[in-house]
């Protein structure tokens, strides 16, 4: 089965001829490594879901630096979605962080996809709830807690994130210098 489809099954009921239509709406890409999917100041007219492999959302900010806001790992979903939302130019950029297989999707053919089957109406809004949801724990974490201890319950939440993210990139989507993050990483051995 697909991995798209077992993951809306996860959520909602979907019929055999429904997921053979979903499936019809998307294009399977397959990436190398370090591809730019997305670049700041293009209009951001896809919205990808990851079948295998990482995606990062990052910005570079005014002394030139790379901030990841976001990853992406299997079964999840990745976007400029402000940008793709409004038809807009991206703030953002999105590259893969590994070699991956991508579906994508573009703004009409999502909306076409929701008319024909108006339950992926309700699977995008509760993923939409899920990631929002997240993001907000996470600010709330970065507020809330010191560097050491929001470091510590990051990675036992989301293990996966250690060991397939290279440093850098895991310090940048944390706020911390690389050397930082060495140094917190010691302390945990």
Same mark, same amino acid.
């Given at each position: 089965?697909?991995?798209?489809?077992? !993951?809306?099954?996860?959520? #909602?009921?979907?019929?055999?001829?429904? =997921?053979?239509?979903?499936?019809?709406?998307?294009?399977?890409? +397959?990436?190398?490594?370090?591809?730019?999917?997305? +670049?700041?100041?293009? *209009?951001?007219?896809? #919205?990808?879901?990851?079948?295998?492999?990482?995606? %990062?959302? $990052?910005?570079?900010?005014?002394?030139?630096?790379?901030?990841?806001? !976001?990853?992406?790992? /299997?079964?999840?979903?990745?976007?400029?979605? #402000? =940008?793709?939302? *409004? /038809?807009?130019?991206?703030?953002?950029?999105?590259? *893969?962080?590994?070699?991956?297989?991508?579906?994508?999707?573009?703004?009409?053919?999502?909306?076409?996809?929701?008319?024909?089957?108006?339950?992926?109406?309700?699977?995008?809004?509760?993923?939409?709830?899920?990631? $929002?949801?997240?993001?907000?724990? %996470?600010?709330?974490?970065? $507020? /809330?807690?010191?560097?050491?201890?929001?470091?510590?319950?990051?990675?036992?939440? !989301?293990?996966?994130?250690?060991? %397939?993210?290279?440093?850098?990139?895991?310090?940048?989507?944390?706020?911390?210098?690389?050397? $930082?993050?060495?140094? #917190?990483?010691?302390?945990?051995?």
């Amino acid at each position: 089965m697909e991995p798209l489809i077992a !993951h809306i099954r996860q959520q #909602l009921l979907l019929s055999s001829d429904e =997921a053979k239509l979903v499936m019809g709406y998307f294009t399977r890409k +397959k990436v190398a490594k370090k591809t730019l999917l997305l +670049k700041e100041g293009q *209009t951001c007219n896809d #919205l990808f879901f990851v079948e295998k492999g990482c995606l %990062r959302l $990052y910005f570079v900010d005014d002394k030139g630096r790379e901030q990841i806001t !976001h990853f992406a790992i /299997e079964n999840w979903w990745l976007t400029d979605y #402000l =940008a793709f939302d *409004t /038809e807009n130019i991206a703030a953002f950029n999105i590259q *893969t962080v590994e070699d991956s297989v991508l579906l994508q999707i573009d703004r009409k053919r999502l909306a076409d996809l929701t008319k024909m089957v108006p339950v992926m109406d309700r699977y995008f809004r509760l993923n939409l709830q899920r990631a $929002y949801g997240a993001a907000q724990r %996470r600010i709330m974490m970065m $507020y /809330e807690k010191s560097k050491e201890a929001y470091f510590f319950e990051f990675i036992e939440k !989301h293990p996966e994130f250690a060991q %397939r993210v290279p440093q850098y990139m895991l310090a940048s989507f944390l706020g911390f210098t690389p050397e $930082y993050l060495s140094e #917190l990483r010691k302390r945990n051995k």
